[in-house]
């Protein structure tokens, strides 16, 4: 009986001051509000799981870059042949020059000697073993 009367006293000198449960705050509340929850899942399936993805997009646009260096590579390309397609249509010499270089031709009189270098290799050392 001493305990319950001790326990009566305890609680008439300390006022009662009451404890917030946890489902109570408002962080809680917001937590679980099927709207939050809604959205997060969205977000969710949106940034991972969808057909577009944030991480489809990445790959895509990893490759729409590749595509625009192609594009400027083979454009310089595209220019420089053009440039070379005029020079070959407005002047003859060029057309000579491109015939003696390249398909080995020759006019009448003319003896080519044709002169590579051979690429000699160079022995690997042998490492005693």
Do not use: C, G
């Not at 009662?16 to 679980?32: E, L, Q, Y």
């Amino acid at each position: 009986m001493k305990k319950q009367s001790e326990e009566i006293i305890d609680e008439e000198l300390t006022p009662a001051i009451p404890k917030k449960k946890i489902k109570d705050t408002r962080v809680f509340k917001f937590v679980w509000n099927r709207y939050f929850i809604l959205t997060v899942a969205f977000l969710v399936w949106m940034f991972f799981f969808d057909q577009n993805s944030f991480f489809v997009h990445r790959e895509l646009d990893k490759q729409i870059r590749l595509l625009e260096n192609d594009e400027e590579y083979f454009q310089e390309n595209l220019d420089r042949e053009t440039e070379k397609l005029n020079q070959l249509n407005n002047n003859p010499a060029e057309i000579e020059r491109i015939a003696r270089e390249q398909h080995f031709l020759k006019k009448d009189d003319e003896d080519i000697f044709i002169i590579q270098e051979e690429k000699v290799e160079k022995p690997q050392n042998k490492k005693n073993e």
